[in-house]
């Protein structure tokens, strides 16, 4: 059984759309995390949510919108695409620790190539 | 802000040799440090995660060290196999994940 899984596995779209990615774990976990890796394969964190509550907002343009319905999901929803939107975006989750977020293991989806043309 | 570097950024080897990734970091105020896999198209794999009270942790062949005062961390993979080729990621841990750019490893049979 998969424990994180994304949908879709690629996303080809026009300039100017709107698109959603889709992440479920299965893990019981009860923190997840979207993260975009760059053409230069850079990996950087936008969101976090831990009990379908927002904690980490890092900079990212407002036309992308989290949405967690439950713990075990995490969608990622992006208006008015732009070209340099194309990457590749990771869901993870993650038990909080027990002395604070993040503190344990994070485990990665296949990830979700988005190409913007 | 936390930066993260890893040296070197690209490593060929002879299978058999012993393979050493470092990882560098700015700010010591951190929770733990991961290392982790990348296969090209595929997701990251958790290979190893240090608390910040430990020195070091082992996995079979592999084993990382760390050193908070200092800033970093080193990841040995004992006796290389052609299976080893990937880029791995060091990540450190201060209420978020940082990553570096991976040191790309690969492995002639």
């Known amino acids: 059984d998969t424990a994180v899984s994304q949908t879709p596995k690629y996303l080809v779209t026009q300039m100017g759309n709107d698109k959603s990615i889709k992440c479920e774990q299965n893990l019981g976990h009860d923190t997840m995390y979207w993260y975009k890796q760059d053409s230069k394969k850079f990996l950087k964190i936008m969101f976090s949510?831990?009990?379908?509550?927002?904690?980490i907002n890092e900079t990212v343009p407002n036309r992308f919108s989290p949405k967690s319905p439950d713990k075990a999901h995490l969608n990622l929803h992006i208006n008015s695409l732009e070209l340099g939107d194309s990457a590749v975006y990771f869901c993870?989750?993650?038990?909080?620790?027990?002395?604070?977020?993040?503190?344990?293991?994070?485990?990665f989806g296949p990830g979700t190539r988005l190409l913007v043309l | 802000k936390q930066e993260v570097t890893q040296i070197p950024a690209a490593l060929s080897v002879p299978e058999g040799e012993n393979l050493v990734l470092n990882c560098s970091f700015t700010d010591s105020a951190i929770y733990n440090l991961q290392w982790f896999r990348q296969d090209p198209g595929k997701g990251l794999t958790s290979l190893l995660l240090i608390q910040s009270s430990q020195r070091e942790q082992t996995s079979g062949r592999l084993n990382a060290s760390l050193d908070k005062s200092s800033g970093r961390s080193t990841l040995y993979i004992a006796a290389s196999q052609p299976g080893d080729s990937a880029t791995y990621l060091c990540a450190v841990n201060d209420y978020k994940l940082s990553f570096g750019a991976g040191t790309t490893v690969t492995v002639r049979a």
């Open positions: 993870a989750s993650s038990q909080a620790g027990t002395s604070g977020l993040g503190q344990e293991t994070q485990y």
């Open positions: 949510y831990n009990n379908k509550e927002l904690i």
